[in-house]
């Protein structure tokens, strides 16, 4: 496969970043709104936003059972914040209402590191990534993995300080995860300008 052609979910969230992300690092980016759009792509980027918000859209414009359907045939998938939330088996602090696509071993804690005040940009290790180094990431009302089961690889963890060398009350938290073609981050690398992230699915996507 030479140029995947990868799709966002295009319901809520940062749609337009995340599409300039994946065309950066060699994809043919595509919004994804409709059934028929969703069943052409050969990978899909559920991007942050509001976890509930999605959920709902989702089953709205009926793309839901497809995308689960599509998750078991084996999909490659990146979700990003929300989309972490939405890939995850089970979640906790959820609505009373709320349900998840799901796919991936993992329990998740919605809004775990707090309110929008409580956003903040670390560097991450992040096991995988291309050209090495640490990633800038940003967090903003993220999640993150409580639980990761047998089969699925830890791919960073919350540090002990910050960029400012402050120290993290959620040091040694689970922000990012892989479970076979399935890919989870608690962070937004579509807003930091690291496209590496991005290019690790890419590379996922075309079998690497």
Known sequence: MSTPTIGVLA???????HLTALESVGAHAVSVRRPAELAAVDGLVLPGGESTTIDKLLRIFELRDLLQARIKEGLP???????????????LDGTADQQTVGGMDVVVRRNAFGRQVD?????LDLVGIPDGGPVRTAFIRAPWI????????VLARIPAVDTQGRPVAAAGRIVAAR????????????????????G???????GG
Do not use: N, W
């Open 200 to 206: 690790l699915f890419v590379g996922m996507v075309a």
């Open 179 to 198: 479970q076979g073609p399935l890919l989870a981050t608690a962070f937004h690398p579509e807003i930091t300008g690291d496209t590496r992230v991005h």
């Open 119 to 123: 956003s903040f940009e670390t560097d």
């Open 77 to 91: 998938v990146y979700g990003s914040c929300a989309g972490m939330i939405l890939l995850a088996d089970r979640i």
């Open 146 to 153: 409580e639980e990761a089961g047998r089969d699925v690889e």
């Open 11 to 17: 319901l809520q969230g940062d749609v337009r970043e």
